[in-house]
């Protein structure tokens, strides 16, 4: 079964510091990757998704994704981190005949000093 | 205008109670699923419908019972209440799977609260 593990469950950056949170995801094939952003109180709102083709994804808000398979990894960036970023990021995996179920790990609280 | 929207956005009741989510999405998606999210924020899928026939059902006890009227629709239903039962409860809907895999639009959250 597919898995993904989220190793920092709290981060805190600087405004203005660069940012990168970790996603490593367990499964034979190729898997469909995405990034979901939760704010306090909301629903999930999707930030990058990887299907295919160019293993850097752009997204919104200023984040990027690089997929490496050799790694098993889905690190999501950031080059300048606002105060607005503080929030829960998710990673979650898909995969082929799935039923577009996703898995999720267990989410990376970001905080954002002044 | 909302795409994916659930009432009520909270709901305190008590152990024993029966309660209904309701959820809608005006996005013209064929898939909609329920997933929960405990509180230490783990999220994972309860059921799956497309085009109102379910197609995931994970290890979710039979006390609660998703409803499909239609393919904007799909409420959950929960019997008997326990005190495990609290947590947010996220419907989100996908596009026609064109692709094998899409991304799920996901609701606000529906904060279920057992007393």
């Known amino acids: 079964a597919q898995s993904v593990t989220q190793p920092d469950i709290h981060i805190t950056v600087s405004e203005g510091a660069s940012l990168e949170l970790r996603c490593n995801y367990s499964?034979?094939?190729?898997?469909?990757l995405f990034w979901y952003v939760q704010s306090p109180g909301q629903g999930l709102q999707l930030l990058l998704k990887?299907?295919?083709?160019?293993?850097l994804v752009q997204g919104i808000k200023g984040f990027e994704a690089e997929f490496k398979r050799s790694q098993s990894s889905f690190n999501l960036r950031k080059p300048s981190v606002h105060w607005s970023d503080a929030a829960e990021y998710f990673c979650?995996?898909?995969?082929?005949?799935?039923?577009?179920?996703?898995?999720f790990g267990t989410g990376t609280q970001l905080k954002v000093e002044l | 205008d909302t795409a994916v929207s659930q009432t009520p956005k909270y709901l305190v009741t008590q152990m024993g109670n029966d309660k209904s989510i309701k959820c809608e999405q005006n996005?013209?998606?064929?898939?909609m699923y329920w997933y929960k999210q405990d509180s230490k924020k783990f999220l994972k899928i309860m059921f799956s419908?497309?085009?109102?026939?379910?197609?995931i059902n994970e290890t979710v006890p039979n006390r609660f019972s998703p409803k499909s009227p239609d393919k904007a629709h799909l409420n959950l239903h929960i019997n008997s209440l326990e005190l495990g039962d609290s947590a947010v409860y996220f419907c989100?809907?996908?596009?026609?799977?064109?692709?094998?895999?899409?991304?799920?639009?996901f609701g606000q959250g529906t904060r279920l609260t057992v007393v």
């Open positions: 499964y034979g094939a190729t898997p469909y």
């Open positions: 989100a809907s996908s596009p026609p799977s064109q692709y094998l895999n899409t991304e799920a639009f």
């Open positions: 996005l013209g998606h064929d898939t």
């Open positions: 990887y299907f295919s083709g160019d293993t």
């Open positions: 979650a995996v898909g995969y082929t005949g799935g039923g577009n179920k996703l898995t």
């Open positions: 419908y497309n085009n109102k026939e379910l197609i």
